[in-house]
C-alpha cells in the first residue's frame, strides 16, 4: 500500500467543473492582473477572517514583507521571529533592512510564547511575528498586551493555519495585521503561488496596496520605492472556489488528526495533542526520526521533516551559526510530520498507525 504526504489532486478533482468555469470566466474577461476576482476575493476573505480589509499579494514572503514595509520597519529595527519557522518569515525581515531577533518556542505547542518573547525585547524591537506554525494557534492574548506596553506591531504569520480559531476569534484578526499564503499545499492553497494580507487598518492595506504595486496608487505616479506583488486574477478567482470548502477541510484533518493522537501508541515515538490547531502539520518526535522516516517509507508512507535545519544553522544566516537555539534544535533533529490530507480514506488512517505502531527503535 502507498500513502502520499499529501494529495492535491484529490482536494482538486471533485472540483475540476468549479475549477474549470472559474477559469472560463477570466478568460471571457481578459483580464488577469487586478480586476473582478481580486476584488471579490479580498472581500470574502476578510469577510472569512473578520478582518476589515484584505489585500490580495504574490505570495506568503511578500505579505509579511510588504506588511513591515508599511509599519516603516527598517535598517536599526529588530524584529522577533520563532527559531523554529519556515525561512520565509526571517526572509522577509532581512529584506526590509531589520534584523530577525530569534525566540525560541514551548516545547508543548512549538510556537513563541509571550514570556521568551518579553526576554528578547530591546530598545530596537519594532515588532513581534507569532508564526501558527503546523496550525497550531498562538497564545495571542498576553502578546497583544506586552505589544501594546512595550508600543510595539504584532504580525501574524498565519501561512499553515487558514481558518483557525482562538478563544472563538479567527486567526489573522488577533494581531495588528497577518499575512497568509496560498502556496498549492496550504490548508487554503490556490493552483500556484498567492498570499494575502488582512487589517482593521485602512491605512496598512492601502499602503499594502501601494507598496505591492510599484509604490503607486495611481497609475504612473511613485510615490515610494515598492516592488510587484499582486494576487493574479486566475488564482483570486480558484481560492474563491476553495474557499468555499476551507472550514469542511480543516474539520477532516482535525477528525484525522484526532484518530492519530488517540491510536498512535509507541514508546518511541511522541505524539503531542494541542488545542484548537488546524493541522497543517501532523508533527510526531522521535529520537531515531531518521530511522523512523526510512522505515515508513519502506512502508509505502511519505512523510516530511518540518524542517530539517534551523533558521540559525542555514547558509543564509552564517552570522547567526554560533548561536545556541537548543529547543529549535531539537525540534530539527526529531520532528516528523505524517501525511494528514482531506480526502485521506480510513484504510489509509488505518495503515499509518498500524505502522508507526510497529515501528521498533533501532536507533
Ligand atoms: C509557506 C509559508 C510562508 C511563505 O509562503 P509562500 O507563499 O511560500 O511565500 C511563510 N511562513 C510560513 C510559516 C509558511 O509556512
Known amino acids: 500500500m502507498k500513502v502520499p504526504y499529501q494529495s492535491l489532486e484529490v482536494i482538486h478533482k471533485p472540483l475540476k467543473l468549479e475549477l474549470e468555469e472559474a477559469y472560463r470566466k477570466v478568460f471571457e474577461r481578459q483580464w488577469y492582473i487586478q480586476g473582478e476576482a481580486n476584488t471579490e476575493f479580498e472581500e470574502a476573505f476578510s469577510c472569512y477572517c473578520d478582518t476589515r480589509h484584505c489585500v490580495g499579494v504574490g505570495n506568503g514572503l511578500d505579505a509579511i514583507r510588504l506588511l513591515l514595509m508599511a509599519y516603516g520597519i527598517g535598517e536599526g529595527d529588530e524584529v522577533i521571529v520563532p527559531s523554529n519557522t519556515f525561512i520565509a518569515t526571517a526572509l522577509a525581515v532581512s529584506y526590509t533592512g531589520a534584523t530577525p531577533v530569534f525566540v525560541e518556542p514551548s516545547l508543548q505547542s512549538f510556537v513563541i510564547e509571550h514570556s521568551e518573547i518579553e526576554r528578547a525585547i530591546t530598545e530596537n524591537t519594532k515588532a513581534i511575528i507569532p508564526v501558527h506554525l503546523y496550525g497550531n494557534v498562538v497564545d495571542m492574548e498576553p502578546i497583544m498586551e506586552l505589544a501594546k506596553i512595550q508600543n510595539l506591531v504584532v504580525i501574524e504569520d498565519a501561512a499553515q493555519a487558514h481558518g483557525a480559531l482562538y478563544k472563538g476569534s479567527k486567526i489573522g484578526s488577533l494581531g495588528d495585521a497577518a499575512a497568509f499564503s496560498f502556496y498549492p499545499g496550504k490548508n487554503l492553497g490556490a493552483l500556484g503561488d498567492g498570499g494575502a494580507i488582512v487589517t482593521d487598518s485602512k491605512e496598512i492595506a492601502d499602503r499594502v496596496r501601494m507598496l505591492g504595486n510599484y509604490g503607486s496608487a495611481q497609475k504612473y505616479k511613485h510615490e515610494c520605492i515598492g516592488i510587484n506583488s499582486r494576487l493574479d486574477e486566475l488564482q483570486a478567482s480558484f481560492l474563491l ?29 511522541s505524539v503531542p495533542k494541542v488545542e484548537g490547531s488546524v493541522y497543517h502539520i501532523f508533527p510526531i518526535f522521535c529520537e531515531t526520526r531518521d530511522c523512523l522516516k526510512q522505515y515508513l517509507e519502506s512502508k509505502g508512507i511519505m512523510t516530511i521533516i518540518h524542517y530539517p535545519t534551523p533558521m540559525h544553522l542555514q547558509g543564509a544566516y552564517i552570522e547567526y551559526c554560533e548561536m545556541k537555539l537548543p529547543i529549535a534544535e531539537q525540534i530539527s533533529r526529531t520532528q516528523l510530520s505524517l501525511p494528514l490530507y482531506p480526502g485521506m480514506t480510513d484504510v489509509e488512517i488505518d495503515y499509518v498507525i498500524k505502522c508507526v505502531n510497529g515501528y521498533e527503535n533501532k536507533g
Open 241 to 269: 472556489v476553495k474557499l468555499k470548502y476551507i472550514d469542511e477541510w480543516n474539520r477532516e484533518r482535525q477528525k484525522i488528526a484526532k484518530k492519530y493522537i488517540e491510536l498512535i501508541n509507541n514508546r518511541y515515538i
